[in-house]
């Protein structure tokens, strides 16, 4: 069974935000765009689209907001993720604020997590999760 809302990012590609197989629920890649739109939190650019400033920050909390939607929307919960993957497409810059912002999102519920250093995502984003959950 195969899940997507429109209360998270809409997909880039062709692919649900999630998929049931038994009592677990893969989430595809989550990134940080708000739902409706393209915009990318904590990401300014100027008239012409060119990079202006960024706010890790802001893209990490959206990230974890647009994961407990979709899992929220599909069924699953926040306390039950099982196994969180991250890719940051800057390690040595973004590590020690997303370690810190992890701590607080997951103080209570403490997934298995392996963290990957990129070059790139497919949009100007610079942080993705994959994520399994448990669903009743």
Same mark, same amino acid.
């Given at each position: 069974m195969q899940f997507s809302t429109d209360k998270a990012p809409k997909p880039v590609g062709l692919y649900p935000?999630?998929?049931r197989v038994g009592n %677990?629920?893969? %989430?595809s890649g989550v990134g940080p765009r708000k739902?409706?739109?393209?915009?990318?939190?904590?990401?300014?650019?100027?008239?012409?689209? !060119?990079?202006?400033? &960024?706010?890790?920050?802001?893209?990490?909390?959206? @990230? &974890?907001? !647009? @994961?407990r939607t979709i899992l929220e929307e599909s069924g699953s919960s926040w306390d039950k993720l099982v196994d969180v993957t991250v890719f940051l497409v800057d390690?040595?810059?973004?590590?020690?604020?997303?370690?810190?912002?992890?701590?607080?999102?997951f103080k209570d519920n403490q997934p298995c997590r392996t963290t990957v250093g990129i070059d790139a995502l497919p949009t100007a984003i610079a942080i993705e999760l994959k994520c399994i959950a448990t669903i009743d």
């Open positions: 935000h999630a998929r %677990l629920l893969f %989430l739902a409706g739109s393209d915009e990318i939190p904590g990401l300014t650019t100027d008239k012409h689209g !060119n990079f202006i400033g &960024f706010a890790f920050e802001e893209q990490c909390r959206s @990230v &974890f907001d !647009n @994961v390690m040595k810059r973004d590590f020690q604020a997303y370690n810190k912002i992890y701590a607080e999102y």
